[in-house]
């Protein structure tokens, strides 16, 4: 019988808080020290969760949890559905702890023969509707810190994260040293996230330093929530001329689309109906 979802959660929980969890994937990352993840006689991966502390050996001191994480160290005896839960248990019931979350990250990626990118990601989507922004950065940076995840739209969902954890700072950084060189091709999903940023935490200057940017490469924003709130920082720096500027060149994103629509089957509809006119006068002469 293979332990349940939370039976798994809690042993890793309790490795990870003693420091008995520390192992990196078969195939990918570290493979270097103690850490490396060796076989049975019959292809079963073994995970080496032991490692010495304070001269006694973790066995000891953590008898209880071993004999739980050697049955568990088994992958292929569990399904991935139910490896997938086990993360984001793991993940939501983990304490606050950078070592306790790297720690588990590693014992749970020990069952995988490849980097399970797929399902990181649809963790990080629960974790986000859980509103769970420190956690979600922490599990980011793990995955960044392995060279996995470097995507935009990972990037997107650190920087969403560090600002809705209050670290805009942060996400500035971040964007200046893997995004803000790449102007020509950085998608304007992930540009509006940044101006949105900066907007809020009143950080203008790198808000118009960033609209300049991308104004250099020509890239036309895609809506006028963007060109306002660029208006705004101008007007609040007192660059009063660049806002007019930036609104007259982008005037059209301001023109009510639904009265345009309207405007449109109107002139659609006296189209048609000269046409149908036309005909009819055209069959009368005809007659």
Same mark, same amino acid.
């Given at each position: ?221 895609? *809506? ?10 101008? *007007? ?52």
């Amino acid at each position: 019988m293979r332990p349940s979802p939370v039976v798994l959660s809690a042993a890793v929980s309790r490795l990870a808080r003693h420091g008995a969890v520390s192992v990196w994937g078969r195939g990918f990352g570290d493979r270097s020290g103690s850490d490396t993840v060796s076989r049975r006689r019959g292809g079963t991966p073994v995970t080496p969760w032991l490692q010495e502390k304070s001269g006694v050996h973790a066995r000891s001191s953590h008898h209880l949890d071993l004999d739980l994480a050697q049955k568990i160290s088994i992958g292929e005896n569990i399904s991935r559905k139910d490896r997938f839960n086990f993360l984001v248990n793991t993940l939501l019931d983990l304490r606050d702890s950078k070592e306790s979350v790297y720690g588990a990250l590693d014992a749970w990626v020990a069952w995988e023969r490849d980097f399970p990118i797929a399902s990181l990601r649809r963790a990080l989507i629960m974790l986000e509707k859980e509103h769970q922004w420190h956690r979600i950065i922490q599990v980011i940076k793990w995955m960044l810190s392995k060279g996995q995840g470097n995507t935009m739209g990972v990037y997107r969902m650190l920087i969403q994260a560090l600002d809705m954890d209050h670290r805009a700072e942060e996400a500035h950084r971040f964007w200046e040293k893997k995004i803000g060189n790449d102007f020509h091709s950085v998608p304007w999903k992930l540009c509006t996230c940044m101006i949105g940023i900066y907007y809020r935490n009143n950080m203008l200057e790198h808000l118009v330093t960033l609209f300049k940017g991308l104004e250099a490469f020509d890239r036309k924003p895609p *809506e006028k929530s963007v060109v306002q709130r660029v208006a705004d920082a101008y *007007e609040a720096l007192g660059l009063l001329d660049e806002k007019t500027r930036v609104l007259e060149k982008y005037k059209h994103l301001f023109v009510d689309k639904t009265r345009d629509r309207a405007a449109q089957r109107v002139r659609s509809s006296s189209s048609r109906e000269g046409k149908k006119e036309e005909v009819n006068t055209h069959q009368d002469s005809v007659d």
